[in-house]
């Protein structure tokens, strides 16, 4: 590679613009050129839940890196575009202006979009008050509806519904939660957990049914906006707007149409490449092998996406790095920060640590002794500790960690020599 | 106008014009200084953008809240002039802050 070589990245949110500076830093000598479907440089998606709808970040603290940072770094922003398509053997990309962009290598950091309500057909799925939540533009539509004394459904009680749900409670919104599983977060958090975040959005005043599907949404005179959520129970809930947070499709169509390998996520290995050695991706849109769980993965967490893009750009600067993902992921709900790391899939025990009472506990999944994940809410040093025993797939004693007074570096076994 | 210093591990300085109400990291970030990470965005959640605040400047940077406080305990090579540096806020008050950068954030 030299400098008439050309990088192309596509797709221009957390991945795509560390890889794009990471590229640069990691001695890309040619060309990089960012792609981004959205109007926007990259910005932070986690605020779009909680400090945007609370009212407290206006878009320019947004952003990941200033358009200064990208000029230093030579790369070169094409906003607003979308790529149609990937030729392969021509090395060359169809954008969405007509014209044709060469490439010599190529990062893919499409991510993911919303998963659309399955009963939103025909009318409903345009209804100008039916709202998800993953970009800027989805932010500045909900926002003219988002007023104090409006009624609020949320479909989905994962972390997008419960912080929209926080955020409106506190903006004034009468708020209703409709989560189809027996609890809230079911798929990622222990019993205990769910009823935790359960009763703290309970005693704020959200209205949360669980074990309820959404079937319809009844439109009003105008056939333009959504009057009611109908349960499956046949229960009506009147609503001035839904929120659905039913999670994340990868945007993994672009890569699949060019025929790289993908299977629920673009399929890398620990170096972030895919298949096609010219083509590297990082993100919400890749599925990888964890040698931590012993299984495929794909991963919707920002670290991740941070350090699978650093991974890919050293990669392209021709550096041989790998990198074995720790899974992390935090949510704010009100003045609650839970941190978690690790996947709990598996688990046979959950501990408990600290004092759910007091709003400050942690909960400690164990699958043997092995420890496979931790949730603290409201704990930081627990979740920093917690970080290096998951990642060294520490042996754990469950009385000491069940022990707040005992330190938890003290709660690994030692080995035997 | 504001400026702060930046000291990589290696030595090298950067000297970076800041705006008031950007954090010391954001202003790393935007100067594209190696040696800073800021993998949560700047919501104390991550403890990548750690740096240690020059001695001379030790009384004149607001003091760390709860919140950093923990989360400082956990930083690789922790010191006493250690900070969260997207918990410090840029103000005029605070031209001329030299923050020396860790040879690593993870």
Partial sequence: ?417 | MTTLTFIEHNGTRHEVPARSGDSVMQTAINAGIKGILADCGGTCSCATCHGYVDAAWKDRVPAPAANEQDMLQCVLEPRESSRLTCQIKVTPELNGLVIHLPESQI
């Fill in chain 1, 1 to 417: 590679m030299d400098k008439s070589s050309t990088l192309v990245v596509i797709g221009a949110g957390h991945a795509g613009s560390e890889l794009a500076c990471g590229a640069r830093e990691a001695g890309w000598p040619g060309r990089i050129v960012l792609i981004g479907e959205e109007p926007h440089l990259p910005y932070h998606r986690p605020p779009l839940s909680k400090a945007c709808l609370a009212g407290d970040t206006q878009a320019p603290e947004l952003l990941i890196r200033s358009a200064k940072a990208y000029e230093k770094a030579g790369v070169q922003m094409r906003l607003g575009i979308a790529v149609r398509a990937i030729d392969r053997a021509a090395r060359t990309l169809a954008l969405s202006d007509g014209s044709a962009l060469p490439y010599d290598r190529l990062a893919l950091a499409t991510g993911g979009r919303a998963r659309p309500l399955p009963c939103a057909q025909g009318a409903a799925a345009n209804a100008t008050n039916l709202h998800y939540l993953r970009t800027l533009q989805d932010v500045e539509r909900l926002k003219p509806d988002f007023l104090a004394g409006r009624r609020l459904v949320v479909v989905g009680g994962g972390y997008i519904g419960l912080e929209v749900a926080a955020s409106a409670i506190q903006r004034g919104l009468q708020v209703t939660v409709l989560e189809s599983e027996p609890r809230v977060l079911a798929r990622v958090t222990a019993p205990v957990m769910s009823d935790f975040y359960e009763t703290m959005h309970r005693t704020r005043g959200v209205r949360i049914r669980t074990g309820t599907s959404v079937q319809a949404l009844h439109l009003d005179a105008t056939g333009q906006r959504v009057s009611a959520v109908v349960c499956a129970d046949g229960e009506a809930i009147d609503a001035d707007l839904v929120v659905a947070g039913i999670g994340l499709l990868p945007n993994t169509e672009l890569a699949e149409a060019a025929g790289l390998a993908v299977d629920n996520g673009i399929l890398v290995d620990p170096q972030a490449r895919t298949n096609d050695p010219l083509i590297v991706a990082a993100g919400d849109c890749t599925r990888f092998h964890s040698a931590l769980y012993g299984r495929s993965l794909r991963l919707e967490s920002v670290p991740h996406a941070l350090e699978q893009a650093r991974i890919a750009a050293a990669t392209l600067g021709g550096q041989a790095r790998t990198h074995d993902p720790l899974p992390w992921f935090w949510s704010d709900q009100y003045d609650l920060k839970l941190k978690m790391v690790g996947l709990s899939a598996g688990h046979d025990q959950v501990v408990l640590r600290g004092d759910p009472g007091q709003s400050a506990f942690s909960a400690f999944y164990l699958q043997g002794r092995r420890l496979l994940a931790v949730d603290t809410v409201n704990r930081i040093p627990d979740f920093m500790q917690a970080k290096r025993l998951v990642a060294g797939r520490a042996e754990v004693n469950p009385e000491a960690l069940a022990d707040a007074s005992i330190p938890l570096t003290q709660a690994v076994p030692i080995a035997a020599v």
